[in-house]
């Protein structure tokens, strides 16, 4: 089994988001589950991905204590296993900190952990989700006129403390944040 079948039979279906068709083009929407109606597209998203709801799906506060953060997990993850990308993002409608946003992301990167050690361990394969590059996103609600980026990183944005940061806009282009 490759990673994507081996991914299709560990995620549930009601724990990822529909990739849907809009005129023509790849589109999955994200859902700000604490504000109604603030959603976001991505579009042109390879139809090969997996895109799952993490925020609402994973409750690690059943069995941990949250003293250290260690509860906190970002809102999505979207795995592409023929591009080798894992792209962990968190949308924030209310208030913004950048250190709990990269908590947050730190968190969603641990369940992806999970994810590899399940993979070695049931399905026999050791290589499972090794070598694919993060990126990491965050989309934060402002009060000012939409604008594009909020920063740019001169690097790539590959880990929590160097994330990409845009402010809330209504769509996103998959090549854009997978960069």
């Excluded at 549930?12 to 988001?17: D, F, G, P, Q, S």
């Excluded at 070695?120 to 989309?139: C, G, H, I, M, P």
């Excluded at 934060?140 to 880990?159: A, L, M, N």
Aim: proline share 3%; net charge neutral.
């Amino acid at each position: 089994m490759n990673d994507y079948e081996i991914l299709d039979n560990l995620i549930k279906a009601e724990a990822r988001e529909t990739i849907e068709t809009i005129c023509g083009k790849p589109v999955v929407v994200l859902r700000e589950k604490q504000v109604s109606g603030y959603t976001i597209e991505v579009r042109d998203i390879p139809t090969d991905s997996i895109v799952i709801n993490l925020d609402d799906r994973y409750k690690c506060d059943r069995i941990f204590k949250g003293a250290n953060n260690e509860c906190k997990r970002a809102d999505y993850i979207i795995i592409n296993p023929r591009l080798k990308k894992i792209i962990i993002i968190e949308l924030k409608s209310k208030s913004y900190r950048k250190t709990e946003v990269m908590q947050q992301m730190h968190g969603a990167r641990c369940f992806m952990g999970f994810c590899q050690d399940i993979g070695a361990t049931f399905w026999k394969k050791d290589e499972f989700l090794q070598n694919y590059e993060y990126r990491y996103v965050s989309l934060r609600d402002s009060k000012s006129p939409k604008r594009s980026t909020v920063s740019q990183p001169e690097d790539c944005h590959d880990t929590p403390e160097n994330m990409l940061e845009f402010r809330f806009e209504d769509t996103l282009y998959y090549k854009h944040i997978a960069k």
